[in-house]
């Protein structure tokens, strides 16, 4: 009888972790709701710190990819200050919490938060000047081939930059990889992949920024002048 107990509470347990990192990945609940209110205190250091590698002037346009809680958004409003700043997600929960934070910015015109996914961008070609993906390249359904779509709608000579709170071969590496790899089925590659994974898919001056106390992570590529030309 004890043997059932035990093992009910470990399937519990098991299903418990599972649907959480269900809703991390993908926030659908009033629990996921709570986390991407969470994950905006929690991301914010870390989008800062990758935040000073990049330069945003004041009437820039700028996409975040998997907005999640709206925190960046809002981040992002405050340094481009006569900017437009969009946000997308593939989570309808995630979309509502974002659009709840920034609804004065929304409301001026500032910002423009909408439902969709990586995979097929909902915007023209060379829209943006700069891409921004914090804490969300890792659940990418098809990572070489999004990361190619985020070029599409980069304006020529624009950023793209990917902003993580870990990487493969960060201190304390051996505890991150099973919850990363296994639990949270996500993509976890060393700075050096994630330097070859923007060099594969067109983008130049590729630099690759590590903190290595927090186990941070901030990748950037520019999108090339002639990507689309075609011979005369």
């Not at 800062?48 to 998997?66: A, E, F, Q, S």
């Not at 920034?102 to 423009?112: C, E, P, Q, T």
Request: with cysteine.
């Amino acid at each position: 009888m004890i043997d059932v107990i035990i093992l009910g509470k470990v399937v519990f347990a098991g299903a418990l972790m599972v649907y959480v990192a269900g809703q991390c990945r993908k926030p659908s609940s009033g629990l996921g709701r709570m986390l991407a209110r969470g994950m905006n205190a929690s991301h914010d250091k870390l989008t800062r710190w990758g935040l000073t590698h990049v330069d945003i002037k004041p009437d820039i346009t700028i996409l975040d990819v998997g907005c999640g809680g709206g925190r960046t958004i809002e981040t992002l409003v405050s340094m481009a200050g006569e900017g437009q700043v969009f946000g997308i997600d593939y989570s309808p929960a995630s979309v509502a919490v974002a659009r709840e934070r920034n609804r004065a910015s929304i409301a001026r015109g500032r910002v423009d938060i909408r439902e969709g996914t990586v995979s097929s961008l909902p915007f023209p070609d060379d829209t943006f000047d700069l891409v921004t993906a914090v804490e969300t390249h890792y659940y990418w359904p098809n990572l070489p081939g999004d990361v190619r779509e985020v070029m599409r709608v980069l304006k020529p000579h624009g950023a793209f930059v990917i902003i993580a709170e870990t990487y493969r071969g960060r201190r304390n590496d051996w505890l991150y990889r099973p919850v990363m790899r296994l639990l949270l089925r996500a993509a976890y590659l060393t700075p050096d992949q994630h330097r070859l994974l923007l060099s594969d898919a067109g983008y130049s001056d590729v630099e690759v920024f590590t903190d290595t106390t927090h186990g941070w992570i901030c990748a950037i590529g520019h999108s090339q002048s002639a990507r689309r030309e075609t011979p005369q």
